[in-house]
Nanobody, 124 residues
Framework: QVQLVESGGGLVQAGGSLRLSCAAS????????MGWFRQAPGKEREFVAA????????YYADSVKGRFTISRDNAKNTLYLQMNSLKPEDTAVYYC?????????????????WGQGTQVTVSS
């Protein structure tokens, strides 16, 4: 079992920045992938970014490429999402997800564990 706890969400003006964190615990971490997804009201959960824990390969949705950066701290078992140049359309609940394989995918249903989510609201 893996527990994921997100933090760092909040209210920010357009053009501002936020950094989300996701602390992972509950098992020995070796080869796996983690990602960030988001879900706006009335919309499906969508892929934002992902990283392979071994090697650190990163992947981004086109809508956030160049503005968001995913990273991880292996020693702390913590995943981060640095979000810059935020736009009102980035407003959503952001979720951290864990997958029991190093293969990164963008489909939410293929991730094994999820955090509770953290709200990000960007005002215009």
């Amino acid at each position: 079992q893996v527990q994921l706890v997100e933090s760092g969400g909040g209210l920010v003006q357009a053009g501002g920045s936020l950094r989300l964190s996701c602390a992972a615990s509950g098992r020995t971490f070796s080869s796996y992938a983690m990602g960030w997804f988001r879900q706006a009201p009335g919309k499906e959960r969508e892929f934002v970014a992902a990283i392979s824990w071994i090697g650190g390969s990163t992947y981004y949705a086109d809508s956030v490429k160049g503005r968001f950066t995913i990273s991880r701290d292996n020693a702390k078992n913590t995943l981060y999402l640095q979000m810059n140049s935020l736009k009102p359309e980035d407003t959503a609940v952001y979720y951290c997800a864990f997958r029991n394989t190093i293969v990164v995918v963008t489909t939410p249903g293929l991730y094994d564990y999820w955090g509770q989510g953290t709200q990000v609201t960007v005002s215009s």
